[in-house]
């Protein structure tokens, strides 16, 4: 990751961070098919967990494990186990903290009998309303100075907000 940084940063309206963040890399994402660099290389906002399952690692939101289970390729039972304890998390979702979250995933691994939850915002240092975003400051500058047209407005609209969140 060289030329790359990495910062915590907070918002007031998550759903409105990851709507935007997700335009931002959107736009970074289809540049660097283009033009081979992407600025982003990684957002992590405080409410995401990891399962392994047969296939690998499936990252998503504490809330949306109800969409996600029909995608796990784990067996029933463990499905059955993991849901119980999603189910407890979202229905303390308003006091939920970053403490919690850690502990509802060491329970789950416990449960398991083996590591498949993974929950890195703990270690991290952030809490509710925060995001750990890694920036390859390289790829920025090289964008910045090959792009026109619309493309150019394109890098200076996700440009800008990423600056708003940095």
């Known amino acids: 990751m060289r030329g790359s940084v990495s910062k915590v940063i907070s918002f007031q309206d998550e759903e409105e961070f990851l709507r935007e963040m997700d335009d931002a890399m959107e736009a970074f994402s289809y540049l660097a098919t283009r033009y081979g660099h992407n600025p982003i290389e990684g957002v992590l906002p405080w409410d995401y967990i990891g399962i392994r399952d047969e296939e690998g690692l499936r990252i998503f ?5 109800p969409y996600v289970k029909g995608l796990l390729k784990l067996d029933l039972g463990r499905i059955k186990t993991l ?40 270690d991290l240092g952030l809490d509710r309303n925060t995001a750990y ?34």
Do not use: C, P, Q, T
């Open 83 to 122: 849901e119980e304890y999603f189910d407890e998390m979202e229905s303390k979702w308003d006091e939920l903290s970053v403490e919690d979250i850690k502990h509802f995933a060491d329970m789950m691994n416990e449960a398991l009998g083996e590591e498949r939850v993974y929950y890195e915002a703990y």
């Open 61 to 65: 939101r504490v809330g949306e494990f």
């Open 133 to 166: 975003v890694i920036v390859n400051v390289a790829n920025l500058h090289y964008l910045e100075g090959v792009l026109e047209g619309e493309d150019r407005e394109l890098f200076e609209a996700a440009v800008k907000i990423l600056l708003k969140y940095i």
